[in-house]
């Protein structure tokens, strides 16, 4: 079946969960997608079986195999961040095609890689052995799809690709993400005298200062410098305890002594988690004379790299599709949950799929249709080599 056919009806199906205050609607995640993955696979690719996992709520992941040894793995994730209304035509999700490039939500992010993996398993005119093809929900937001997959799977094999969009290049690893917030707390003093407290505000970004210059140091060859972010703080008086938190008020006159604050870190190297993390920035604030006290533990994802010598079938594969083999920089890369599924099951991993990888989420996100097809073709000869 032809790619581009395959993008258009894909994009046009909702596959975006509708979160309320506190949970996911668990009638609009990615149902209709899978439901269309499922009926396009036992068309085409009725020698694979099919276990639908069970996430939330109604969302599942959709597991298929032909039942040999596995040697290798394709994942999908079937969901998208939340459409602009530029995307929406009467609360419709829409494509349409400009030249090369097929706009519409979820264009390159990834159902641009789930057509052309779709369209190269419909090209497959005999069974496979060794082959798994994973289908999951929720990389946009928790990583419930993946967390439930390496909580109840185990999978060995040469090679996991995630169909990630990549403009053909290989990404073979990110840097880890952490992410945590908790209270700086300092003294109250009058606005007057500010000597005699110690403000929680300033104390809490003199803090970061420190604690930057000591994340910097966490340096990988190809993943680069680990980078630290101020997400987000909120300062002023403590006014009370109540259900194991804090409320702040604001107050003129008044030096602020506690501030709400969170932080990510992009961590380069593996002994960089939260709780190393975490221990640098409270020593940050002793070293000022305040305390922190940690809320919560947000995330606390690893980094991880493979290294080129165990990527050869796919180097080959690219070189025999006449495209030239290019790494994707990945000290640049954001996180993504191939570091899970890489760790879980000591698989080499990596992202591959069309372009152009700076369009996703954005308001005219589109993919190359060309690149569809190129990364289709590839994808054909990395079944071929490792299947063989």
Sequence with gaps: MKIIDIAKEIIEIQSYPEYTKDEINPKSGEEKLAKYIEEFMR???????????????????LIFSDNNPTKLIFCCHMDTVPPK????????????????????LGSVDMKGGIASLLSTLSS????????????????EYNFFGMKKIITEKKFNAKLSIFCEPTNLKIANGCRG?????????????????????LNAILLATNAFSLFQKKINNYFHSKLGVSTCNFSGIEGGLLQ?????????????????NIAKIQIEVRAATENLNAQKVIQIYNNAIKK?????????????????????NKLLLVEQAITDSNYPVNYLDISKVGYYDAEMFARTNNIPSISLGPGPNNMSHKNNEYVSINSMNKVAKIYKLIINKFLA
């Design 177 to 197: 993400l952490i992410e945590f917030f908790g209270y700086v707390k300092g003294k109250t003093a009058h606005a007057s005298r500010p000597e005699e407290g």
């Design 288 to 308: 000022l004379n305040g305390n922190f006290e940690l809320k919560k533990i947000v995330h606390d994802y690893g980094s991880f790299f493979v290294d080129q």
């Design 43 to 61: 068309k085409y690719c009725p020698y694979l079986s099919v276990e639908k996992q069970s996430v939330y709520s109604g969302r599942y992941n």
């Design 85 to 104: 209304q530029s995307q929406l035509i009467n609360g419709k999700l829409t494509s349409k095609i400009i030249g090369d490039k097929l706009f519409g």
């Design 124 to 139: 497959i005119k005999k069974s496979t052995k060794g082959l798994v093809i994973i289908f999951y929900c929720d990389e």
């Design 240 to 256: 009370k305890s109540k259900n194991n938190d804090y409320d702040i008020t604001w107050s003129g006159n008044n030096v602020p």
